[in-house]
């Protein structure tokens, strides 16, 4: 026994130094895995410790109305695709936007974005939105580790990446101050990659409202250009006679056509929102549409005035443009989109002749050489500006769109002015012949007959709202302001005017969509006109707000026809389930206002405004019902 204790001491003693790395390692791992798993549950468990441990945390500051940009620290892990902070993967720290080609030094890469934030605490339980412009490329989002949005689909390599060029609204709701975006991307098609364009956070409903407000004002330009372009064409085809003039101004109609089509097919991409095209097509029209934009202003520079650009510099600009066109419509973005950098390099030898040839014709004072001047130099800064932008050397937004826009206002404005010269002229001739030839006096009365039942036949249709069927807003101020009159200067004459206003429209068009919305904005228009007398006047006074008129009715009849206009509305029955009230229906609010001799308005304007201040009464007072004036309802 002593023997075999004797030998196990010496076994000890000569292998103590093995034993002693053997306990460190153990303990070493048992502090590794205790830390791994203690950090781990800090995460989970109890996000607010965790969270303020972090030094990249990111607060936020925006407001009920306002928006601010996702910007930030960001922790970017090359080359891998995860959804929660890893500390054994290798980071670095970034900022927002940023491209794969500054990261890493091409633009062909994935990797994942993650960082820490912090929102306000009165907007805890809140619906919240991030705004995702365009990214070129594609990607995913995940909120704490669950996912909420992706475009396109991440992949490590070509073949299991696909992009697509859409912008985006991510909506959640934080039951918590704090918070982890996590952004996987990939890119392997385009030019640009990564999260090159800014994202906005802030409530919901203001994210919504924002990106609603850009795409109408987009809508709007692009839809008030090509009605110019569309204008002008016709103009110049029905002139009838074929020359230089005639074709300087169909060529200008036909770039104000593909100007529209530019700007919408330009950032923000508008044409996203109601097209289902591929992001490959949708980035080879937008190239196509620049290209031949470009070259149908430089032909109408060219018509106008052959001092603006040399006939060599013309011919040499439409080889390129014809050259860039065929390779766009044939090859990969990332062929044709290398091509417009090295063709704008032929651009300062076009500037360089505008230069000269607008030097020119201003010193020689030619017709409208000054206004041609400005308009074309804020037009070329403009596209000098976004070329930059294009290129990531400014940090701005796309300014081409508008200047281009105002560029064919002020051109249609010229043009515009030069018809009202030659009808004045051709006008003052046609009267001189009238004074000539007496005899012809029989039928030019019969023309001005025939003008002025068209015209009459014109005015009644453009009184007509389009959408509804009602009248619009200028047939209802030329009507108000004909009864307002009659009233005033009779005594036996009373005048309603009431206002009225779809309760929480903007809650249904964000639930059904615009065009559910324009079909209840008709329906209630039957419902309104179907409950009132033969001799109502029903207007559309703009967007879900209404106006009806009541001419000569007694005043202890009026609130009874609107009480009946109500309760159709409310009988209609029509569904409207996004409402924050309990009710499940499409409902009106109104205001009234009232006048006779003995009770009079200044003017029209203090008439409606009485009306108006009556709405928002009813309103605040919880909605589907009207208001009158106190002085009315007691003489009830």
């Not at 009874?560 to 159709?568: C, G, I, K």
Request: hydrophobic letters at 45%; charged letters at 15%.
């Amino acid at each position: 026994m002593v023997k075999r204790n004797l030998r196990m001491i010496r076994f000890l003693d000569k292998n103590y130094n093995l034993i002693y790395v053997l306990k460190f390692f153990i303990i070493a791992w048992v502090c590794i895995f205790a830390c791994q798993k203690y950090a781990w549950a800090q995460y989970n468990a109890a996000p607010d410790s965790y969270y303020l441990q972090q030094k990249s945390l990111t607060p936020f500051e925006f407001t009920e109305t306002s928006t601010v940009p996702l910007k930030g620290s960001w922790e970017y892990y090359p080359q891998q695709l995860i959804v929660k902070p890893n500390a054994v993967l290798k980071s670095e720290t970034v900022s927002l936007p940023i491209s794969f080609k500054q990261l890493t030094g091409t633009n062909k890469n994935y990797g994942t974005f993650i960082g820490h934030f912090k929102i306000p605490k009165q907007y805890i339980g809140r619906r919240i939105a991030i705004y995702i412009p365009n990214q070129y490329g594609a990607y995913r989002m995940y909120l704490n580790g669950d996912f909420i949005l992706r475009l396109g689909e991440v992949g490590k390599d070509k073949i299991s990446h696909r992009t697509e060029n859409v912008p985006k609204i991510a909506f959640f709701v934080l039951q918590k101050e704090y918070f982890t975006l996590t952004i996987q991307a990939s890119n392997f098609n385009t030019l640009h990659g990564g999260l090159e364009n800014p994202m906005r956070i802030g409530l919901g409903t203001t994210i919504s409202r924002q990106f609603q407000q850009l795409m109408m004002s987009i809508g709007l330009v692009c839809g008030a250009v090509l009605g110019i372009g569309i204008f002008t064409l016709m103009f110049s085809i029905f002139q009838g006679k074929i020359t230089r003039s005639s074709i300087r101004v169909f060529v200008f109609g036909i770039f104000i056509l593909f100007l529209a089509l530019h700007n919408l097919f330009s950032a923000p991409y508008a044409y996203t929102t109601f097209t289902s095209l591929s992001w490959i097509w949708g980035v080879r029209l937008e190239y196509l549409f620049t290209y031949f934009t470009i070259a149908l202003f430089l032909t109408y520079m060219y018509l106008l005035n052959w001092r603006y650009i040399h006939p060599i510099v013309y011919f040499v600009a439409m080889s390129i443009f014809v050259v860039d066109i065929i390779i766009t419509l044939f090859t990969e973005p990332e062929i044709f989109e290398y091509l417009i950098f090295y063709s704008f390099l032929f651009s300062p030898v076009v500037l360089l002749n505008f230069a000269y040839g607008f030097y020119r014709t201003v010193k020689l004072k030619e017709k409208y050489s000054t206004i041609n001047f400005w308009a074309v130099i804020l037009l070329c800064t403009t596209f000098l500006h976004d070329f930059l932008l294009t290129l990531n050397l400014i940090d701005s937004f796309n300014l081409s769109f508008i200047s281009t826009s105002f560029y064919a206002l002020l051109i249609m404005f010229q043009q515009s002015k030069n018809y009202a010269k030659h009808t004045q002229y051709i006008e003052q001739l046609n009267n001189n012949l009238l004074e000539l030839n007496s005899s012809l006096d029989q039928k030019v009365q019969e023309r001005t007959l025939q003008l002025n039942q068209l015209n009459q036949q014109l005015e009644l249709q453009i009184q007509i709202d389009a959408l509804t069927g009602a009248f619009n807003r200028r047939a209802l101020n030329a009507e108000i302001q004909r009864l307002f009159t009659l009233t005033k200067n009779h005594t036996n004459h009373t005048l309603a005017f009431a206002m009225l206003d779809v309760d929480f429209f903007k809650n249904y068009n964000d639930f059904y969509g615009h065009l559910k919305g324009d079909v209840v904005l008709q329906d209630l228009v039957k419902i309104i006109q179907r409950a009132l007398p033969a001799s109502a006047y029903v207007a559309r006074y703009g967007g879900e707000e209404f106006a009806i008129i009541l001419h000569n009715v007694p005043s202890e009849v009026v609130l009874n026809v609107l009480q009946q206009v109500l309760n159709a509305v409310r009988q209609a029955g029509l569904e409207h389930l996004n409402r924050p009230d309990q009710k499940p229906y499409v409902t009106l609010s109104m205001g009234v206002s009232w006048m006779d001799q003995n009770h009079p308005y200044a003017d029209i304007h203090e008439l409606m405004k009485a009306a108006d201040v009556q709405l928002y009464a009813a309103k605040n007072a919880g909605r589907d019902q009207y208001q009158a004036f106190r002085s009315w309802r007691q003489k009830r």
